[in-house]
Structure formats: structure tokens, C-alpha cells
């Protein structure tokens, strides 16, 4: 599995009314990593002529992050078939899981903005050679 990981430390402008981690930035936080990983990806591959949006965003709230808390956000690429893939993130802090996230993104012509068989060579960026 290619995991990829940061850690961030809660600041008091992603603390809401209730004094814990508002849930759009626990969104936020998903997007961020998910565009990290992916830049981290293709490095190494001249500007790719796709792009991906989310079709569907599945996230489940166990437990809540507060200020100054250090946590650690983790994703990895899951099932990836026809136009559509789908990422996994945990957001822990310490071994608490807070947040498990589930989102499927379409991959996109970037010119004509339709979506587009994901091919063999953007699965060899996205799964180790070994689970394809």
C-alpha cells in the first residue's frame, strides 16, 4: 500500500463554537492531503494532460480534535477501476482515530472537463506494482 502521511497541530482558526475542530476543516484537511500525495505522485511526470474531481465525499466523525492538538493525517488510494478512484484518509490523534473519510474522484480529459478511462500508467503512480 503507498501510504502517505502528514502531521498537522490544530490552530485556534480551525476551532469552532464548540471548541473542538469544526467539520469543514476536517474536509479541508482531506482535500489538502489528497493534493499533496497526488503532487508527490507525479513529481517526477510532466504536467499530465487529466485532472481529478470528487464525485463523493463519505467521512465518519469518531472522536473531535481541539486546539493545539497534534495529529496525524493518512491516505492511501483503494479500489481504482473504469474513471473512478477511491482514497481513504484517517486523521488520528495519537492511536485515536477522529476522522475516517472515504472519497471517489473521477479522472477528467483536462481539456474537454469529460471523464476518461483511467489508464495503465496513472495506475502505476497510484497502486504498487504488487496490488495491480
Known amino acids: 500500500m503507498n501510504i502517505f502521511e502528514k502531521k498537522h497541530r490544530v490552530i485556534l482558526e ?9 467539520n ?12 499533496a500525495h497526488w503532487k508527490q505522485l507525479i513529481a517526477d511526470v510532466p504536467k499530465p494532460d487529466y485532472v481529478w474531481f470528487v464525485v463523493r465525499h463519505e467521512i465518519d466523525y469518531k472522536g473531535q480534535a481541539k486546539l493545539e492538538d497534534e495529529v496525524t493525517i493518512t491516505t492511501w488510494i483503494g479500489k481504482t477501476e473504469g474513471v473512478k478512484s477511491v482514497r481513504h484518509v484517517e486523521i488520528k490523534r495519537d492511536k485515536q482515530v477522529l476522522v475516517k473519510s472515504e472519497t471517489t474522484f473521477c479522472l477528467l480529459d483536462a481539456k474537454t472537463q469529460k471523464p476518461r478511462r483511467i489508464t495503465k500508467e496513472v495506475t502505476n503512480l497510484l497502486l504498487p506494482k504488487n496490488k495491480q
Do not use: F, G, R, T
Not at 480551525?14 to 469544526?22: G, W
Open 24 to 35: 469543514v476543516v476536517y474536509v479541508q484537511w482531506i482535500q489538502d492531503v489528497a493534493d
Open 14 to 22: 480551525e476551532i469552532d463554537e464548540y471548541n473542538h475542530v469544526n
